[in-house]
């Protein structure tokens, strides 16, 4: 499994998560059947309504999507792209690593978005 993770600084696994995937710094792509991180420095600006993230990371062929916090539109975006959007009471990428098969669906968003 291919799981991105939006996060506020490249500290490997101790980096802290963003709680808005639309505002993230850094995005963690954690590849389970390798055990390897990589990490994706963001290279577009946040527009309010725009879901320029949701494209960008679709190119790294994520299975899911690990968010404290995310517009509905881009919930949905990643939705019909057939990328599962999880969540989970975890702070930092390790705690999300160790408790792949403990997410949650997300089922929030947004509401300024």
Do not use: W
Not at 21 to 43: M, N, P
């Amino acid at each position: 499994m291919k799981i991105i993770t939006p996060v506020l600084e490249k500290d490997g696994k101790n980096s802290k998560i963003s709680e808005h995937f639309g505002q993230a710094k850094y995005f963690a792509l954690y590849d389970s059947e390798t055990k390897k991180t990589k990490f994706i420095d963001r290279t577009s600006e946040h527009i309010e309504g725009a879901c320029t993230p949701v494209a960008e990371m679709m190119q790294y062929k994520p299975d899911a999507i690990f968010v404290l916090g995310m517009g509905y539109r881009a919930v949905e975006m990643f939705k019909t792209r057939g990328v599962q959007v999880k969540s989970g009471n975890y702070s930092r990428l390790s705690e999300v690593i160790e408790n792949l098969d403990k997410l949650e669906d997300f089922e929030g968003a947004c509401m300024h978005h």
